[in-house]
């Protein structure tokens, strides 16, 4: 009966909180009963690369029903590019993708192909959420994604810096909420 939301943190050691990436209880607490929150910690988030990060979204997506994917920084760039690389796009809920950086050719392992934008045509929902006030990926990257996808919502606020490290993220949980109902009958496996 509960949906699986399945968050890919960002580069570095995540922050904990009750000994789960944080992420995990901030979700769980909006969300409630009906969602199954996972966030697991990533393959060698300190020196993070593409292919093992792909290769570890490919498993969990596989292992659950229809998943809602949620991704921060670096995990939302890389879950990014992994559905825009994907030549079948795996059944989802909906993506939301908070602190999302635009990389450029500098960054070649990270950087969307040119056709990134019509490969993700097919992706919906899809959320972006920015802080204004974020010193690590500028509002600039927002804008790139918004040009590009401009069937995407996104959700510029104030206060929130790049770690959206906050007691609860009231935008988040209303827009995962309206996603339509969980799958009846059926439970995530992630």
Request: no cysteine.
């Amino acid at each position: 009966m509960a949906r699986t939301v399945l968050v890919i943190h960002g580069a570095g050691e995540p922050r904990r909180r009750g000994g789960k990436v944080y992420w995990q209880p901030l979700l769980e607490q909006g969300l409630g009963d009906e969602y199954v929150v996972r966030a697991p910690v990533m393959p060698s988030p300190d020196e993070p690369h593409y292919e093992p990060w792909a290769a570890r979204v490919a498993e969990l997506i596989g292992a659950a029903t229809e998943p809602v994917m949620m991704g921060h920084s670096f995990g939302a760039s890389v879950l990014l590019k992994y559905l825009s690389e994907e030549s079948a796009p795996p059944a989802l809920a909906g993506v939301f993708l908070v602190a999302t950086p635009f990389w450029g050719p500098k960054f070649p392992e990270f950087q969307l192909r040119s056709d990134f934008a019509t490969k993700l045509g097919a992706v919906a929902p899809l959320y972006f959420y920015q802080s204004r006030d974020d010193e690590e990926v500028p509002v600039e990257h927002l804008e790139r994604y918004r040009k590009a996808l401009p069937n995407a919502v996104v959700r510029l606020l104030d206060g929130r810096g790049h770690e959206f490290d906050q007691p609860v993220f009231p935008e988040l949980v209303t827009d995962i909420r309206s996603l339509r109902a969980p799958l009846q009958g059926k439970t995530g496996k992630a």
